[in-house]
């Protein structure tokens, strides 16, 4: 489902017009992201838990070369379901 999808269907579901359920998918996106860089956590009762979480440096292989390369030190965001979406999902 893309973004678009996803405001339409909101938008359909409780009656409102698409900007404004647009409004609404960008709020919760971005209140997401604001709580991923200021607790590095988001729980979602029900759906499930963002976590930020640090990867260290590492080499690498450059895929067009071959040649070994250092991957940098960098954050990567972590989904881990809840055990209703999995029983749901299943």
């Known amino acids: 489902m893309t973004r678009e999808q996803l405001t339409n269907t909101l938008a359909k579901k409780i009656g409102i017009t698409q900007p404004k359920a ?17 607790d590095g ?16 440096e590492r080499m690498g292989r450059n895929p067009k070369t071959g040649k070994p390369a250092v991957i940098t030190a960098r954050k990567v965001v972590k989904f881990k379901a809840s055990k209703l979406f999995k029983a749901k999902l299943n």
Request: proline share 0%; with cysteine.
């Open 41 to 56: 956590r988001v729980v979602i009762r029900g759906f499930g838990c963002f976590i930020a979480s640090n990867k260290s």
């Open 22 to 38: 647009d409004d609404i998918v960008v709020t919760v996106l971005d209140t997401i992201k604001q709580g991923l860089i200021d």
